[in-house]
């Protein structure tokens, strides 16, 4: 495949969002486009997915190489050749950014989501059959064919959409942010899916602020900067450009240059006071029994008993303290905090928030003490205007103080100049730091975030790390849940592990480290490399 663009503008707009981009790859190669929030990295993604200008329409200036084929793009209003996606993905399979908006939302398994493009494909029963079993043992699915794909956590949604194309088998495979929310595991499972593509011949792009990770994979690297190719080349040489210490990218952390390692936090000591702004008593939680219908089997659906996402849950967040909630995809993380703000209620036990049982209580009157940073910020932002989103939290406040806070929360989240933007215009990073600002706005006693450094790059990292001392500064109980323990080592004072729904670990970040990982793993979480690197010397 081969990309020459010229200029992309989206409907409406006066400057081009995508210029001077010449994309060549290979079969067999993989190649890294690296880049910041708003660079234009996922814009990319979906011109080469075909879903760009699309219906979505845009004026397009470029030249496509596929599959011997070649399209030729002229802008706005002229004769520009129709895309059919069902041709197109024969070819050119693709993942986004959310693994939610890809959902086919008729599959009513795991295994008939993965299914469905290969259906579509015509591809025959037994043989479909065998490659949704393959794709799935190779991405750990195994065990999740007969969930539900909505009942699934963020990680394994995205595991289940990377399948779904993998199945393909395309001749070219574009992957926006493929690690994103991923566990350990996980990550090593899709990093061995793309392995094993390449070896067969597939071409793969790879696009992601971060230039480790799966990035390590590609021979070849692009750098992006305000929608422009600013450097391509080797990978190596690439990373070692100006361009590379320039952006806003986030460094390899196995890189031992990396400059973070030089402003590396000590870690913050447990606060003096102990009050508990929240606390878990012997919580447990289950989905209800489902009944399903077997893939591609008979008619009769089967029985799949409940399972247990929380099991005897206890646990206790200080005013002032910075926790991090760890473990594999799955493990109950995201059940654990949709308990602390009411979106979930247990089966038994408590949820305490200052003292009081919330019991019985709203979920609107939970939030007036708990904010709740979503995993996917699309699911909390709603309004018209970025100033709109951030106020509307805000309703006992008379309109001047209102404002000054609507302000205040811009400024510290680098949204000040986007106040009259719509949220879903701006890039998923940028959507990150919206939902941020709403929280920070309302200045709750407990601050609960989802995988909140998913999209960022690293400037919005730096912010998010400002927002997570200052609240715990002035007396809020900041819990975290990520796979980033490469940024909550630096951030956060206290680890928390999860695993089949129970807390195995649960104490002073070193401390937990030191007794949890010495193999660089554990419960399907990756050690920093900061302190891997500590220990070793």
Known sequence: ???????????????????????????????????????????????????????????????????????????????????????????????????????STVAATVAEEIAFALENAGMEHD???????????????????????????????????????????????????????????????????????????????????????????AGRMLLLDGGKMVASGPRQIVLTSAWAARLPVIPDPLDASDPAENILQPLCPAPSARTAAAALGGVVYRYGTQHRRPFLASRKRAQTPAHAVLDGVDLALGGG???????????????????????????????????????????????????????????????????????????????????????EALRRCGLADHAGAHPYELPASAQRLVALATVLARRPAVLVMDEPTVAMDRDGLDRLAEAISQEAARGAAVALVTHDLDFAYRHCHRLVLLSGGRIVADGPFARVLESHFAGGEAFGVQAPAAWLRRREA
């Not at 394994?156 to 595991?185: C, K, V, W, Y």
């Not at 209620?345 to 709740?372: K, M």
């Not at 509307?392 to 000054?404: H, M, S, V, W």
């Open 1 to 103: 495949m081969r990309l020459s663009l010229g200029s992309f503008h989206y409907p409406g707009e006066d400057r081009p969002t995508l210029q001077g981009i010449e994309l060549d790859v290979g079969a067999g190669e993989c190649v890294l486009v690296a880049g910041g929030s708003g660079s234009g990295k996922s814009t990319l993604a979906r011109i080469l997915a075909g879903v760009l200008p699309g219906r979505h329409n845009g004026a397009l200036t470029a030249r496509f190489e596929v599959a011997g084929e070649t399209l030729v793009f002229s802008g706005a209003g002229s004769v520009n050749p129709r895309i059919n996606p069902t041709v197109w993905n024969r070819h050119i399979a693709y993942v986004g950014q959310i693994p939610s908006a890809q959902l």
């Open 127 to 217: 043989l479909m059959k065998q490659r949704v079993r393959t794709t799935a043992s190779a991405l750990g699915l195994t065990e999740l064919l007969e969930r539900k794909p909505t009942e699934l956590s963020g990680g394994e949604q995205r595991r289940m959409i990377i399948a779904s194309a993998a199945a393909l088998n395309p001749a070219t495979l574009i992957l926006d942010e493929p690690m994103a929310g991923l566990d350990a595991d996980a990550r090593h499972a899709v990093e061995n899916v793309i392995g094993s593509l390449v070896d067969r011949g597939a071409g793969v792009v790879l696009l992601s602020p971060e230039l480790g990770g799966a990035g390590r994979l």
């Open 321 to 407: 303290e910075r926790v991090a909630i760890a473990g594999a995809n799955g493990a109950g993380k995201t059940t654990l905090l949709r308990h602390l703000n009411g979106l979930a209620r247990p089966e038994s036990g408590t949820v305490r928030i200052l003292d009081r049982d919330i019991a019985g209580q709203s979920v609107g009157a939970v939030s007036a003490d708990v904010s709740y940073l979503f995993q996917d910020p699309q699911d909390q932002l709603f309004e018209r205007t970025v100033a709109r989103e951030v106020g509307y939290g805000l309703p006992g406040l008379d309109p001047a103080a209102r404002e000054d806070a609507v302000k």
